[in-house]
């Protein structure tokens, strides 16, 4: 393991069935600190890498390493504590729509315990790095489409985790609100986080001058910079 690696795969399969591999012997580092862009066809395996890192899943073969840690041993009672450490953002965003937008993005801190006026604090802060601090009080469906990807951006770096995943987070956007996206990820990697974000839009990566990690059939193909 690599001094300054956050993550590391050694040899990673994960399969579902006979037949039926999703990643076939992967290899991948990324280091503390590393924005990378995480691309390949349908089917290729990025969501399935990324449920490797959550925890989701757990590899058929090999070892997936977290700063360190070997994830794919942890017993199951630490896999909720072991997520807080993860910001994770889904291309549909999984708000709550019974919850005003400062609640949604209050959730992870009230799960952790933190004390209401810390929650507030910490949440003000996060809406107003993601454009939102004035419709904290508005209802997630009153708002558009990027303003609700925003909305869990905001919840997914409230606790200002080390690693944040993203998984085509900007699938439903248009061209202007992705790249407007995209350039708050890069914002978040500048301050310090681990960034790697699954995406489909080579147009629009190939411009963030990141690492392209592209699999196919389940397996790295390449990793050189954009």
Known sequence: MSADAMLQFDRVTKRY???QDALVGVNLVMKRGEMAFLTGHS?????????????????????VRVAGQDVSALPRRQIPYYRRHIGVVFQNHHLLFDRSVFSN?????????????????????AL???????????????????????????????????????DEPTGNLDPELSAEIMK?????????????VASHDLALISHMKHRIIRLEQGQVRGGVSA
């Open 43 to 63: 089917g290729a395996g990025k969501s399935t890498l990324l449920r490797l890192i959550m925890m989701m899943e757990r590899p058929s073969e090999g070892n």
């Open 105 to 125: 993005v209050a959730l992870p801190l009230e799960i952790e315990g933190v004390s209401h006026r810390e929650i507030g604090r910490r949440v003000r802060a």
């Open 17 to 19: 069935g006979p037949g």
């Open 184 to 196: 708050l990820f890069h914002e978040f990697n500048q301050v310090g986080s681990t960034v790697l």
């Open 128 to 166: 107003d790095k993601v454009g939102l601090l004035k419709k904290e009080n508005m209802n997630p469906q009153m708002l558009s489409g990027g303003e609700q990807q925003r909305v869990g951006i905001a919840r997914a770096v409230v606790n200002k985790p080390p690693i944040l995943l993203a």
